[in-house]
């Protein structure tokens, strides 16, 4: 399909005066080509008649592990070190080839279907070959890397990693997945987080950062035994010691930063790192509330992410936004965090923090066509009369008011029907996996 043209939609933009307009959508292979009332139908592959609907961009999870997904429901009420000692690193342990691709396909599948359409993935030590090949039969848009662990306290056997294994591995599969397909699947560096990390692989992942020029995205000061574990080990704390090796910079996505000081948001913000709140999870675990509004505030950037399905159990951003902005409201008062703002994160904002920004995020000519198209016809997003379109979304809409999905152009969704996910397939070979797994683990 060479053209695609979505007529009589009221388009949300996100372009830089944030414009709700009426009309038509013109997209040529994957590029948006025009925008206007009445564009002629004429030639077009195919039509998609959006009458009463919402377009919006796809949204952008900055945090994400596929590899967990079939963990969900495994990992309940823990905190951090005990869910990753306890739950997560065995599960991880385990997994084998099939095992990933599914993981991998399961979350995709749940991702595609509620309207995102580009992650920031962590997968696994092992088998991350499988989750690529999983992104790229899906069709979403993806920046992937295996996660790197060379060091560690009650990490089993076969998660330790050595060192020059560990980057040599990463290497590989960035020089065969990085700029597949047209750019759609990008590599990053995934060093876990400093707990688990020497200080040799972290000083060679910022060579290889800056050599390849690619992301790096790891966890940082998400929960305050983790920061305490660093500054035991290094004397400073996570930013710091990240910014002592020079990989604070605008290649550096931080999950979480959920316990900051302000020598570390001075850093954030004046060395461009980018930081993906996850308020689903960071609740879930006990973490914390992360102080997003004084970062934004600050001009940092900052986006959103669902993190892992065992700590969210769910991959919903429209979740995480409306978590994001109510969190903040008994601490900031009422005003903090208003839905624009969310929004905002949620396309434009984890654009940016991918590099993205000039390419997708917003609705605009010569911009890629990631895409969502919402039925907001129901009862619980009504009255639609004067009432900002931004603020139904936000704080009334669910996932199950996205009708079709669209990724560079293509449709992934179409009216609820998977096209590149055979759901059920994938929900089968779940359970099959998850079955495996815990067969080879002591979790019950």
Excluded at 55 to 76: A, E, M, S, W, Y
Excluded at 179 to 188: E, K, L, M, P, T
Excluded at 194 to 213: A, G, I, P, Q
């Amino acid at each position: 399909m060479k053209s695609l043209l979505i007529k009589n939609a009221q388009i949300v933009t996100m372009n830089g005066t944030e414009d709700i307009i009426q009309g038509d959508i013109y997209i040529e292979n994957n590029i948006i080509k025009n925008i206007g009332l009445n564009l002629p139908t004429d030639g077009v592959d195919k039509i998609v008649d959006a009458t009463n609907r919402t377009v919006i961009p796809g949204f952008v999870q900055t945090h994400i592990h596929l590899c967990q997904t079939l963990f969900r429901g495994k990992g309940d009420d823990l905190e951090l070190m005990d869910w990753l000692r306890k739950r997560i690193w065995p599960l991880e342990a385990a997994h084998d080839e099939e095992s990933i691709y599914y993981s991998a396909m399961l979350g995709i599948g749940e991702l595609l279907e509620s309207g995102t359409t580009t992650i920031v993935d962590m997968e696994t030590v092992h088998h991350t070959e499988f989750a690529f090949r999983a992104i790229a039969e899906s069709g979403i848009r993806a920046v992937s890397g295996k996660v790197m662990m060379d060091k560690g306290n009650e990490v089993p056997l076969a998660l330790q990693e050595k060192t020059g294994e560990s980057i040599q591995k990463s290497v590989d599969l960035l020089e065969k997945w990085d700029g597949f397909d047209d750019r759609r699947i990008q590599y990053a560096f995934s060093p876990r987080f400093v707990v688990s990390c020497t200080e040799e692989l972290l000083k060679e992942v910022k060579v290889l950062s800056d050599y390849y020029d690619v992301k790096v995205h790891t966890h940082a000061s998400e929960n305050k035994g983790e920061i305490q574990i660093v500054q035991e080990e290094t004397g400073m704390r996570n930013i710091v010691y990240l910014d002592h090796l020079g990989l604070a910079n605008d290649r550096l996505i931080l999950a979480h930063c959920v316990w900051l000081d302000e020598e570390e948001k001075r850093i954030i913000q004046e060395k461009g790192v980018h930081v993906s709140h996850c308020p689903g999870s960071n609740l879930k675990l006990a973490s914390g509330i992360a102080d997003t509004h004084h970062l934004l505030c600050n001009h940092a950037s900052v986006s959103l992410g669902a993190d892992g399905a065992p700590c969210n159990n769910n991959l919903d951003m429209f979740n995480e936004m409306r978590l994001a902005a109510l969190i903040q409201k008994p601490i900031h008062g009422p005003t903090a965090m208003d839905a624009r703002t969310v929004f905002r994160m949620a396309t434009i904002g984890g654009a940016r923090a991918v590099g993205l920004e000039s390419e997708i995020g917003s609705i605009e000519v010569g911009k890629r066509a990631d895409l969502a198209i919402l039925n907001l016809n129901n009862f619980h997003t009504f009255p639609s009369y004067d009432v900002d379109p931004i603020s139904r979304i936000v704080y009334s809409a669910t996932r199950a008011d996205v009708e079709t999905t669209i990724v560079d152009g293509h449709i992934v969704m179409e009216n609820k029907i998977m096209k590149t996910v055979d759901k059920t397939v994938v929900l089968r070979e779940a359970d099959n996996s998850i079955k495996r797994l815990l067969k080879n683990t002591n979790i019950g």
